[in-house]
C-alpha cells in the first residue's frame, strides 16, 4: 500500500474540508450581524464558573445570554451556520491527523522531519486544542480564525512546504529529536489558539470601550475574559517552549558536539523566547495589561512562525538539512 499517497490525500483533502468550514464560519458571522449586544453583567457571567481554578464553561453559547433581541431566522440561520462549521472542522481534524500518521508510516519514523511534517502536525495540534475548548468552554465562536490557520497554513504546506518522504539524517537520529519537535508542536497550538484570542480580545474590547457590540461580537464572552483565556493558553505554552528550547540545545550537543552555536534557527528560537517572556511580564506589570500584552503576543506569534519557515528559507544553517 503506498501510505505515501494516502497520507497526501488526507491532507489535501483537509484543506478544502477546512475550507467549507471557514466559509461555513463566515456565514455564521454574517447572518448573526443583526445580533445585539447582551447586557454587561450579562456578559461578565458569560465564562464565570470557569474562575481562576481553570474549571469548565458550559454556558459561553447560550443563546438566552447573547441573541435574545435578534430576529428568530437570523439566529436560527447563524446557529445552524456555525454547526456545519463545526462539524466539517471536527472531519478536517480527522483528515489531517490521519495525514499525519500515514505519513510516519510511510516514512517509517515520527513524521516531524522538515518543514512540511512540523507545520501540519502543529496545525493538527491547534485544531485539536480548539475542539478541546469547544468542549469545555463552548468556544465555538474562535471557529473562524482556527478555520482559516488551518486552511492556510495546510494549503501552504501541500503546495509550498511538501517534500516527498525520506529518510533522516543522522543528525536527527535521536530521541531528543522527537522530544524537541513535540514540544515545539504542541506550543505551536498553543500560541495560535492564544493569538486568536488576543486579536478577538483587541476587536472586543474596542467595540465595547465605543459601545458597538453588535452582531457576532455579542456572541462572544467579555473582553476580560478573553484576555483570561489568552494568557492561559500562554501561560501553558512559555514553560514548555523554555523546555522545547533546553531539549534542542541537549539534542545538538548529541548531533553536534555543542550546546549552543548561534545558529540562525537557535538564535530566533531565542528571540521567540524572549519576546514571550515580555508577554508574561506585561502580564504582571499594571501598566501593560490588556491592549498591549495582546499586541507582543500578536508578535511573539509571528516570531514564532518566522522561526519555522522564514528562517528555513531565508537562511542557511546546521537546520537547513531539513528541507522545505
Request: charged share 10%; hydrophobic share 55%; proline share 3%.
Amino acid at each position: 500500500m503506498n501510505f505515501e499517497y494516502y497520507s497526501n490525500l488526507a491532507i489535501v483533502s483537509a484543506v478544502v474540508v477546512y475550507l467549507l468550514a471557514l466559509l461555513a464560519h463566515a456565514a455564521e458571522w454574517a447572518t448573526a450581524r443583526r445580533v445585539a449586544a447582551a447586557p454587561a453583567e450579562t456578559r461578565e457571567l458569560v465564562g464565570a464558573s470557569v474562575g481562576s481554578s481553570g474549571g469548565s464553561d458550559t454556558s459561553a453559547e447560550q443563546p438566552a445570554a447573547t441573541e435574545p433581541a435578534a430576529p428568530g431566522g437570523a439566529v436560527d440561520r447563524s446557529e445552524f451556520a456555525g454547526r456545519i462549521g463545526l462539524r466539517l472542522t471536527m472531519i478536517g481534524f480527522a483528515l489531517s491527523a490521519a495525514g499525519t500518521v500515514l505519513r510516519g508510516v510511510a516514512a517509517g519514523r515520527a513524521p516531524w522531519g522538515n518543514m512540511y511534517e512540523f507545520t501540519i502536525s502543529a496545525l493538527a495540534f491547534a485544531v485539536l486544542a480548539y475542539l478541546i475548548m469547544v468542549k469545555l468552554v463552548g468556544a465555538r465562536w474562535l471557529g473562524l480564525p482556527v478555520a482559516l490557520l488551518a486552511t492556510v497554513g495546510n494549503g501552504l504546506a501541500a503546495t509550498v512546504f511538501h517534500v516527498g518522504v525520506a529518510p533522516l539524517v543522522p543528525a536527527l537520529h535521536s530521541v531528543w529529536f522527537i522530544v524537541h519537535i513535540v514540544a515545539a508542536a504542541i506550543c505551536g497550538a498553543a500560541f495560535n489558539i492564544g493569538a486568536c484570542l488576543s486579536v478577538f480580545y483587541l476587536i472586543k474590547q474596542r467595540a465595547e470601550a465605543k459601545g458597538t457590540v453588535r452582531g457576532y461580537l455579542a456572541k462572544l464572552p467579555s473582553s476580560r475574559r478573553l484576555d483570561l483565556y489568552a494568557y492561559r493558553f500562554h501561560a501553558f505554552a512559555f514553560p514548555l517552549w523554555t523546555f522545547a528550547v533546553a531539549a534542542g540545545a541537549v539534542w545538538a550537543e548529541y548531533a553536534w558536539g555543542r550546546y549552543w552555536g548561534w545558529d540562525p534557527k537557535e538564535t530566533w528560537a531565542l528571540v521567540t523566547w524572549v519576546i514571550y517572556a515580555c508577554y508574561l511580564h506585561a502580564r504582571s506589570t499594571a501598566g501593560w495589561r490588556g491592549t498591549k500584552a495582546a499586541a507582543i503576543a500578536i508578535i511573539g506569534l509571528v516570531s514564532f512562525w518566522f522561526n519555522f519557515i522564514g528562517v528555513n528559507l531565508l537562511f542557511s544553517g546546521l537546520h537547513s538539512y531539513a528541507g522545505v
